[in-house]
């Protein structure tokens, strides 16, 4: 599963409020943005992003963890519920893609979040995030046409799910 020792060593917390200073910047960088494909408007505004965040934070039906390596914040992972289903997303330092720590941390939260069976949507073009889905045990399930902010056009999204 791990591809390299950028993995190794790596840890989740919870989200405190002073990470979310770091994980906006993780978040800002354009070609993640595009390959998420499913930002939306406080992606590129700070205080709205932490407006955001806090009460995402406040929320305890929301799993929220900051994936770390040596102390450093390498990203995000965490679920939520949207109608009636469990989803996971995760968002990761762009310098620590293809190295298997996207794929780790979401093996880390799956240990963590016992609920299945659990949701993950990607574009369809975002071969990464696919990989890292099915590496953790997710199965194409369908797909759908949706519109993309990140992006400003409709594109179609894979449904994946572990069970």
Request: negative net charge; charged residues 30%; proline residues 1%.
């Amino acid at each position: 599963m791990v591809a390299d020792s950028v993995a190794e060593g790596l840890s989740l917390r919870s989200m405190r409020d002073e990470d979310l200073a770091t994980l906006f910047e993780i978040q800002r960088d354009d070609t993640a943005q595009q390959l998420a494909a499913f930002t939306d408007a406080t992606a590129q505004d700070r205080e709205a992003y932490l407006r955001k965040w806090r009460r995402i934070l406040a929320d305890d039906g929301i799993v929220k963890l900051v994936a770390e390596r040596g102390g450093e914040i390498v990203g995000s992972v965490g679920t939520y519920p949207i109608g009636g289903d469990t989803e996971v997303t995760y968002w990761i330092r762009k310098d620590c893609w293809g190295r298997g720590v996207a794929t780790a941390a979401v093996a880390l939260l799956l240990r963590e979040v016992t609920v299945r069976p659990l949701h993950g949507r990607t574009a369809a073009d975002n071969v990464g995030s696919i990989r890292v889905l099915e590496r953790n045990g997710f199965v194409h399930v369908g797909s759908e046409r949706s519109f993309a902010a990140a992006r400003q056009e409709t594109i179609t999204e894979l449904i994946l799910r572990r069970d």
